[in-house]
């Protein structure tokens, strides 16, 4: 059910039967100096430990094997930087995992290669665990240029650390910590949908990342991957739109700004989100780029990873090379993710209007109660929030699901098609 209504949508929204085709062609070139937007990405795959509910691509810690991951990372940065000839500017960088701040001591190297060839104007963010919340960790980020920081709480409450696998959270440490080394942005991420979740659950967990230091706060749904091995159930859909709606709307009783479907911030200032770029350059195994007229996913393997790297060569795994239309869906899907649309926006970067791509559903989402139409701008409502998490949730488990679940198996398929 889930494939044929994602397979519905995506042929009527392109115009075409033709699925998302990824191949393994290559291209010693990147052309990302025609793209404007442009945001940057860096994987650490990284863990102590992993987390049992976490899809993204990880391994657990060795020192020795980090450490020739991060050269290989140095000389990717370089292969591709070295392509444009002069610095590109760049809205930000982003570093995930894994846990990034197992490498704290060579993050400062890995910026500064990257300063290299971009001029980045938006600041350097970067994904801690818990554990990596000390003044010594905190210290050596700030030296080292990072300005946002993005912590992977899930729950501060004991009934869905057990759940989830995680152990308690010492918040006085975390909180002495945060106070003692400032950071612009302070983000902490939870998790909502879990069996059993209330809202008086998320409030607290809410409250108290904020009394802690946070002046950021993400709310992602919990979301059952076939390939990874925990057993939890989230809830079920009438019983998640009710969360979501009322924890959005006691996030607005509080004064919180929604940044984007998941996100509130408490800050004019505090943002997080390597999402919303028009383009991206991703560097690290299955760091992914996202170009005018194409997007690319590195291998998932970190052994093959290096290997290519040392070879000289980009570690593309996958490509697909966009239709125009494919292209303005992806376009739409991750900015509408902000909860907002300027149809300006779309015009100048596909050169045609909105209206004339896609007027019929924007006529049709404006009457089911989706958006709304203020001042020339798009806005989503709290209806067409949910909507879209309902969406994303049947487009990660028809397509990302699948992919990376091939990918984790295979450092190099040679085709897949969603």
Known sequence: MTS????????????????????????????????????????????????AFCPYCKTVYSKEQCDRYIDALLKEIALVGGQSGEKKKCTSLYFGGGTPALAADRIGEIIAA????????????????????????????????VTKISIGVQSFLSKFQKV??????????????????????????????????????????IDRAFDIGANHVAIYPFIDFTFTPGKVKPLGKRDKRELLDSITAYCFDKGLKRDSIWTFSSESGAKYSSMTRDNFLGFGCS???????????????????????????????????????????YYLFWTLYSTRLDPKDFNAFFGVPLQKMYGLEFRLARLLGFLTLENGIYKM???????????????TLAYIDKMWGIMREQAFPERIEL
């Not at 191949?23 to 070139?29: M, R, S, V």
Request: hydrophobic share 35%.
């Open 287 to 329: 760091a992914t780029t996202l170009l005018k007229k194409q997007f690319k996913v590195n291998t998932f393997s970190v052994e093959e990873y290096i290997r290519r790297v040392e070879n000289g060569k980009i570690p593309t795994s996958l490509t697909i090379r966009f239709t125009p239309r494919q292209r303005m869906i």
């Open 381 to 395: 409502t709290l209806k067409g929030a949910f909507y879209y998490h309902h969406f994303e949730n049947y487009y």
């Open 4 to 51: 044929f209504i994602t397979k519905l949508t995506r042929m009527w929204l392109t115009r075409s039967a033709k699925p998302f085709t990824f191949t393994n062609e290559y291209d010693d070139i990147l052309p990302y100096s025609e793209c404007d937007g442009l945001g940057l990405y860096v994987h650490i795959p990284f863990c102590k430990s992993l987390c």
């Open 164 to 205: 989830l696998g995680r152990k308690p959270i010492d918040t006085d440490a975390m909180k002495q910590a945060l106070n003692e080394i400032k950071f612009e942005t302070v983000s902490m991420d939870f998790i909502f949908a879990l069996p059993g979740q209330t809202l008086d659950d998320l409030q607290s967990d």
């Open 114 to 145: 990257l300063r290299q060839h971009f001029d980045i104007t938006e600041g350097v963010g970067l994904e801690l665990h818990p554990d990596n919340v000390t003044p010594e960790t905190l210290r050596t980020l700030k030296a080292a240029g």
